[in-house]
């Protein structure tokens, strides 16, 4: 696709043009070195017109009704007038995207709405490589307007703490009746929810949701409390009959005034920032390392002795790391912006 | 104090002389080039008879009464004639480390029992250093012939992780009731425990204590579980009236048999190997860069920037990987091998 001059993307982003914003997303998302400098340029223009939106992270297992779930509370924020944005992270994905409206067999209602904007996932490239692309289409989405951005993971126990590194609020939904359907979940992501929610509490499953609710409630009641004072409240929704949808948009608010005042919010994402400086300096350096000639087939060697206990990991490391000093040539090559 | 040569050091530490294990150890924890050499030479060889001990891992907040419990853990095991090595990760501590016997104050019994050994901490360095020297503490004293390893988390929230990442079973020490003393405590934590233990079961607080094991027992139903297919048990202990202590080592030892069985700890230990590698690597790459003449100096006013939000993150790590251009000179200089 023939690319614009900077400041078509920056006027036509700022003016809340769709089309614009999608072809400013599909340069970030690009591989290609011109495309990445002109993102760059682009993002660093609308940099001041960034950070306003409510940032949710949403996560659960294959199973829990994420997509239907997005579909019902994405549709009650645009019925009440707001934008709302889309956004995935599948670090597994392969498959490619086109698609302006998105993956159209999901969210069949909401990517017709025209206060709605939803972007399939980036696809390849590492697990950190696709984060960056995700936080700088949201950056590139709330210059444009969206005063919501929803960003959910696809994908099973990988996604889930990037994007918990990325958002103001993070909501786990989770099914009734624990168990077996938990498997796949990552450890540790239950105590990092800001509420959790469980899905599809209607028919004969309305019962069963409601004990589920009282036995999160209670469990997370012993959890180590947030640092921000704020007690992830636990509720049962159900997409099917649009109920628990308000309640839950209510929660978000209360969480954002309550950490606006007392100053956690601007906090959390100043860190949130600084994780991001430092996490992309870390992966050019592991990029341009991993990246030298050869050394993946030394990797192989090393990674086989030291799985095995045969060598110590630190002296395979310092193997690697000797047998490929790094030249500032080798650096530039390597470097991938 | 002088250095051995390395055979010294290999044939007294295979002979369990702990004085050696002890000056080996000081070489570990050097930051001295000619010391870290030594050390891996000294490693190297012992490499073979390491890895036949019990590695548990040991946290809770402060206030939990750690110190207590691992001092009657411990007698515990050395009364089963087992040789028992405690190992602590503190990287916050700036306190030297010189005593052979550890902190006095601390583990009193277990520090005169003549198959106990305990290491204070080693202080200083990155968290990822602090690590490794645990890591390679602990395949010393293997070495050396204990049998079971202790590692116990010192410092709030930020060893937690690093410690589940180097042991066998990791166990959670919790007081009773729930609240304000778990502040501190790491989100995420609580779900990585392969067992939780409530401390200080003893006199009025022993009906507490039980109403917190039903608790958490319940809680815990409510987690995604563990790949290994192990359920965490909770249980009630008293080191004033030695009383769980039995149990938790029973519970240990089922979960070795168990994992050992269905493939889980070999393949634990080598995919911590693994990481072990990569982290080390990483390590050495951020170190090397940071390291670099002027670079925190600009490191200091690109976080300013990012934080603030003024410039992208991106943005603000090419400014700095472009600033340094590391050559092997520079890296050469930072290694700290």
Chains 1, 2 share one sequence.
Not at 61 to 86: C, N, Q, R, Y
Not at 261 to 271: A, E, P, T, Y
Request: hydrophobic residues 40%; contains cysteine.
């Amino acid at each position: 696709m023939r690319r614009l001059p900077p400041d078509h993307y920056i006027a036509g982003i700022r003016a809340g043009d769709r089309l614009v914003l999608s072809r400013a997303i599909t340069l970030v998302e690009s591989q290609l070195e011109s495309d990445q400098a002109l993102a760059v340029a682009v993002l660093e223009q609308v940099l001041p017109q960034t950070g306003r939106s409510v940032r949710v992270g949403i996560t659960g297992v294959p199973g829990v009704g994420k997509s239907t779930f997005i579909e019902a509370f994405g549709k009650h924020l645009t019925d009440s007038g707001k934008k709302v944005a889309v956004l995935a992270i599948d670090p597994t994905s392969q498959r490619s995207h086109g698609s302006i409206l998105g993956d159209k067999t999901r969210m069949e209602t909401l990517s017709m709405d025209p206060r709605a904007y939803i972007r399939p996932t980036p696809s390849g490239g590492s697990l950190g490589g696709v984060a960056n692309k995700t936080r700088e289409t949201m950056l590139l989405c709330e210059a444009a307007g969206f005063e919501v951005i929803l960003i959910e993971t696809v994908g099973v126990g990988q996604s889930e703490t990037l994007v918990h590194g990325m958002v103001d609020f993070f909501l786990l939904l989770m099914l009734a009746g624990a168990g077996d359907e938990l498997q796949g979940m990552k450890r540790g992501i239950m105590e990092l929810a800001d509420a959790i929610a469980i899905t599809k509490a209607d028919g004969d499953n309305a019962a069963a949701a409601e004990r589920a609710r009282l036995d999160y409630q209670n469990a997370l009641h012993l959890f180590p409390p947030a640092s921000t004072s704020w007690t992830p409240p636990v509720l049962t929704c159900s997409a099917l009959q649009n109920q628990g949808i308000t309640d839950l948009w209510q929660i978000i608010t209360d969480h954002q005034t309550q950490l606006t005042q007392n100053g956690h919010r601007d906090r959390n994402r100043q860190q949130q920032n600084l994780d991001w400086l430092h996490s992309t300096i870390r992966q050019q350096l592991e990029t341009r390392f991993y990246n030298q000639p050869g050394l993946r087939e030394r990797l192989t060697d090393v990674e086989e002795a030291v799985r095995k206990g045969a060598v110590l990991p630190l002296q395979g490391a310092r193997r690697l790391l000797n047998f490929a000093p790094q030249s500032p040539e080798g650096q530039a090559a390597g470097a991938g912006f």
